[in-house]
């Protein structure tokens, strides 16, 4: 192994409002996002702030993953850290933004264990748009 693990963070913009503040439904999406990947869930924690959003966390063996919405702006922040090389992050931060509906992700991996020195591969996607539903 040449690291420690990687670590995916995601700005994700133009997802569906109703979407990032259900609760059930952002929960659901980052233990699905989880297992995906291959990790192997510990333990859910979720919060629904009032009015608006959605922070939670997903422990795995292999370390995490974390988001925090605010449906009033479409957008949503995600982590997702995994040590060792055999869980891939990006797969599921793939998984969160389909879900989510988002149509514009930035996103950069940090090879954790390595200090900062070249570490950082950042990346800026347009993704094509999604029609949100009124439901």
């Known amino acids: 192994m040449e690291t420690m693990g ?32 291959g990790a192997e869930v510990r333990e859910v924690t979720f919060h629904k702030f009032s009015p608006l959003g959605v922070s939670g966390v997903v422990i795995i063996s292999e370390s995490h993953l974390t988001i925090h919405s605010f449906p009033e702006h479409g957008y949503a922040s995600v982590d997702v850290y995994t040590c060792g090389d055999r869980i891939d992050p990006k797969v599921a931060c793939d998984v969160i933004t389909d879900a989510l509906g988002c149509h514009r ?29 009124n439901d």
């Open 105 to 133: 992700r930035e996103w950069i991996q940090i090879e954790r264990g390595e200090g900062f020195t070249g570490a950082f591969q950042e990346h800026v996607e347009i993704l094509p748009a999604v029609v949100h539903s």
């Open 6 to 37: 990687r670590h995916v963070i995601a700005e994700l913009w133009g997802c569906d409002p109703k979407k990032l503040n259900n609760i059930k439904l952002v929960e659901q999406i980052m233990v699905e996002a989880a297992l995906e990947a």
